[in-house]
Each structure stands twice: as structure tokens, then as C-alpha cells.
């Protein structure tokens, strides 16, 4: 009996030593620091409760953690707390922030660029593009009906004063959307010119919002005939079955990128390193397909109802400059 006893007390302190240690990770069901992943996101729930399912289907002994941060909080998070960050991957983080942030990631020279369209690969190598979004005007007919109004042509006939208190935009400073719309504009026409535009358009906006979605919603609720926003906001809620039209003017439609890389370090751990090429050789294929359609690669096709083809982007030169950014938003003043 005191043999089999000490035999057993000898067995549970060898389990306990390789708990500790680290042994048998790997192991169904077991989760260790080895096998732990933290991401941190950008993107919407429903996208990340997609991914997350994905990842965690694909990977069921790993520890994975998604969390969604605000862009301006990550971006100000990854500053302050650099390669010490807990987390491993961010996904689609701003493309300006990531090229401000750059240093804090890790090299990918090793991943093929090639599927990329040629304008969309960074020369260092440090982080990919997840997405491409553009912005449009969208407009709610009925309103603009009872109104006795036709939808505006350009940006120009969108400051007559007929559309005073119709037209709905996010503020630049709060919104990267509506910081798209501002940049394009004092690309194509100059900052003078464009400033003083904003002078006569902010005299029709009923409200500039703290966010991008302000416009979408203040149409869907009848609040505004006329919204500059996002170009997947109004396809989802038109395949919902709300009357919305979508529209682009002659300078084109602005546009940003979000990106998503390894903070450096974190890629010399395996289960951080499978994790990213699930998203690189995968999951960011799903993602257009379900969500963002628009095109970042050579063989990619828009597959998803009701939304524009052929989008002509507009010019979106200083769009990874962050001190223009800063400069363009000190400028702003509604």
C-alpha cells in the first residue's frame, strides 16, 4: 500500500511539472501560452464573430482570442505599448496607422505579394492590405420626392441651398469616412478651393456625425434625403429591402485601406504564425466574398448583390501620410 501510494504521489507531481513546463502542448484540448493567440480588430462584430468561428473551427486546440478595438484606440495602443503589446495579430487596422506603426511589425517579405494589384504592395514589407473601401453618395428617394427634389448631379449642385438640412456626413476629425471625402476633394480641386466648398456644404449638412454609419442610419430613419458614406452601408441595407440609390460623382469615389500584420517577435511562435497564414491564404478570400468585395487583387471577382462595379476611385494621393492627415484636420473647422 505505501509503495502504490508513493507511486501515485510520484505520477501527479510529474503531471504537475509538465503542466508548468509546458510539455504536451500541442495536445487535444490542452491550452498553453504556446498555443495562445490574441487578435486585435477593427472590423465589424458580425465579421469578427465570422473569423473568430473560423479560426477557432480551423484550430480547436489553440487559445484564440479576437477583440475588437476602436481604429483610433489601437492605433494609439500599438504607439504606446509597441512590441509589448499582448497582442499578436492586428487586422485591419487604417493603412495610414499601420504605415505610422510600421517598425512594431514584423517582416513579411516571405508571404507572395504577387496576387496583389501592383499599387497596393507596401516596398517594406511589413504589413499586407485586408481591404479596400470606397465611399458614395447615397440618397433616399422618397424623401427627395415628397420634397420635390431630383437627386444632385455632382458635389457642386450637393451645396445648393435647395438641399439645406438634407444632407447628412460624417465629420473628419471623429470619422475616417468622412476624412475620405475631404481629402479626395482638396486633392482634385486644391485646399482653397475645397475648404471653401465645405464652407457652402456645411450650410446643407444637418448634422456632421461622430461616425461613419451616421449617414446610413439618418436615411434609414427618414432623418436625411442625402448621405456621403461608405459604399457597403447602403448595398446591405438595399439587399435588406430599403429603397436606396448609390452614386458617384465625377471626381470619383474616395477610398481608404485597412491592413493587418504580426506585431515583431510575435511571428516566431507557431501557433501565431498559423493563425496569420489562415487569414492571409483564406479567410481574407471569405471576407470579400461575404463583406468587402471591392478589389485589392488581381484575379478577384465582386460577387455580392447590388453592389457597384466598376467603382472609378478617385484620387487619394497622401492617403498613408499621417502628418498631411494631421495638417488637412487642423484645417477642418465644423
Not at 509597441?82 to 495579430?89: L, S, V, Y
Not at 507572395?112 to 492590405?129: G, Q
Not at 448595398?235 to 500584420?261: C, H, S, T, W
Amino acid at each position: 500500500m505505501k509503495k502504490w501510494m508513493m507511486a501515485a504521489v510520484a505520477a501527479v507531481m510529474l503531471l504537475g511539472a509538465m503542466a508548468a513546463s509546458g510539455c504536451g502542448k500541442g495536445a487535444e484540448g490542452v491550452k498553453t501560452d504556446d498555443n495562445k493567440v490574441v487578435i486585435y480588430s477593427c472590423l465589424e462584430d458580425f465579421r469578427n464573430d465570422y473569423i473568430l468561428d473560423k479560426l477557432k473551427e480551423k484550430f480547436p486546440d489553440y487559445d484564440i482570442t479576437l477583440q475588437f478595438v476602436a481604429t483610433g484606440n489601437l492605433a494609439a495602443k500599438i504607439k504606446s505599448e509597441g512590441e509589448a503589446t499582448e497582442g499578436d495579430i492586428i487586422l485591419a487596422l487604417q493603412a495610414v496607422y499601420m504605415e505610422q506603426l510600421k517598425d512594431n511589425f514584423a517582416d513579411l517579405s516571405s508571404y507572395d505579394t504577387s496576387k496583389y494589384l501592383d499599387e497596393l504592395v507596401m516596398d517594406h514589407h511589413k504589413y499586407l492590405i485586408w481591404e479596400r473601401f470606397s465611399g458614395c453618395i447615397m440618397t433616399n428617394p422618397k424623401i427627395l420626392e415628397e420634397k420635390g427634389l431630383t437627386e444632385p448631379e455632382s458635389f457642386e449642385e450637393l451645396a445648393d441651398p435647395k438641399y439645406k438640412g438634407l444632407v447628412s456626413m460624417p465629420d473628419p476629425k471623429t470619422s475616417s469616412t468622412g476624412f475620405i471625402f475631404y481629402q479626395m476633394l482638396v486633392n482634385d480641386w486644391g485646399e482653397d478651393k475645397a475648404l471653401e466648398y465645405f464652407d457652402r456644404l456645411s450650410e446643407n449638412v444637418l448634422q456632421f456625425t461622430t461616425s461613419g454609419s451616421g449617414p446610413v442610419s439618418a436615411l434609414t430613419q427618414g432623418e436625411a434625403a442625402i448621405g456621403l458614406g461608405i459604399t457597403y452601408q447602403p448595398v446591405q441595407q438595399i439587399n435588406d429591402g430599403v429603397k436606396m440609390n448609390i452614386r458617384f460623382f465625377e471626381e470619383g469615389a474616395p477610398y481608404d485601406l485597412d491592413g493587418y500584420g504580426m506585431i515583431r517577435g510575435k511571428e516566431e511562435k507557431k501557433a501565431v504564425k498559423d493563425v496569420f497564414d489562415y487569414l492571409y491564404d483564406t479567410l481574407i478570400y471569405e471576407d470579400k466574398d461575404l463583406y468587402s468585395p471591392e478589389q485589392i487583387f488581381k484575379e478577384q471577382s465582386n460577387t455580392i448583390e447590388n453592389y457597384p462595379k466598376d467603382i472609378p476611385y478617385g484620387d487619394m494621393t497622401g492617403a498613408l501620410d499621417i502628418k498631411e492627415k494631421e495638417r488637412l484636420l487642423g484645417e477642418w473647422k465644423y
